[in-house]
C-alpha cells in the first residue's frame, strides 16, 4: 500500500510540475503585450526583450544625479509615440563611437518628435573592460546627451555583431520589434537620417 501511495505521489509531483519551453532564446515575457519570437539576430528578425541598465533624460542633464534602474525593451517600446527605436553599441574607448556622438545628439533633437526613442548602450569603457555608472555619467557630460543611455551586463549586443566591431547601430520598429536596419559602421561613414526618413514614411 504504502508502495502505490508513493508510486501516486511522484507521479501527481511530475505532473504537477510546470510546463517547460526547450525552444531557445524564449524567456518568460516581462510585458504581456511583447510580441512573441521566435527572435532573432539580425536584420528582418523580431528582437528579444533585452535587459540592459541604464539612465534616461528628457533633457541633458548631469547624469551622475540619477539613479540606475533596469531597461527592458518591453519598457523602451512603450515610450508615448515610439515609432522607431534607434539603438548604438558602442564603447567608450572606440574612436568612431566618440566621433558619431555630435551626430547622435543631433539625431535626438530632430527625430524625438517624429516618434524615433534613441538608445546609447555602452558595452565597454576601456578596452575589453566593462562600461559602468561611472561610464554613464562620463559620456553624458562629455558630449552633453540626453535620452537613454546605458551599459550591458549581459553582453546581449554580441549576439548581434562582432562587439570589437563598434560602433553598432540597429532601427527597431516599436510596434512589432522588427529589426528594420542594421549596420556595423560609424554615422560619418554611413549615415542614418535617410533610413529613419524612409521608416517613418511606411
Do not use: H
Not at 9 to 17: E, F, H, P, T
Not at 155 to 179: G, Q, W
Not at 188 to 202: F, K, T, W, Y
Amino acid at each position: 500500500m504504502r508502495l502505490a501511495i508513493s508510486i501516486l505521489v511522484l507521479a501527481a509531483a511530475a505532473g504537477c510540475s510546470a510546463p517547460t519551453d526547450p525552444t531557445p532564446n524564449r524567456p518568460v515575457p516581462s510585458n504581456g503585450d511583447y510580441p512573441p519570437g521566435p527572435y532573432g539576430y539580425g536584420q528582418g528578425t523580431i528582437m528579444d526583450d533585452l535587459l540592459f541598465e541604464g539612465k534616461s533624460s528628457p533633457t541633458a542633464v548631469d547624469y551622475s544625479t540619477l539613479v540606475m534602474q533596469p531597461i527592458p525593451m518591453s519598457m523602451v517600446r512603450q515610450t508615448p509615440g515610439a515609432k522607431l527605436i534607434l539603438i548604438e553599441g558602442g564603447a567608450q574607448w572606440c574612436p568612431n563611437c566618440n566621433v558619431d556622438q555630435p551626430d547622435m545628439r543631433s539625431i535626438e533633437s530632430t527625430y524625438a518628435s517624429q516618434g524615433v526613442v534613441t538608445m546609447e548602450i555602452l558595452v565597454e569603457g576601456g578596452y575589453g573592460v566593462a562600461a559602468t555608472d561611472d561610464t554613464i555619467n562620463r559620456w553624458a557630460q562629455e558630449y552633453q546627451l540626453s535620452g537613454i543611455i546605458a551599459i550591458d551586463p549581459g553582453f546581449e549586443l554580441a549576439k548581434y555583431a562582432d562587439v570589437t566591431a563598434f560602433p553598432i547601430y540597429m532601427v527597431v520598429r516599436a510596434s512589432t520589434m522588427n529589426v528594420e536596419y542594421m549596420q556595423v559602421e560609424s554615422l560619418a561613414a554611413s549615415p542614418i537620417e535617410p533610413v529613419l526618413d524612409s521608416l517613418l514614411a511606411q
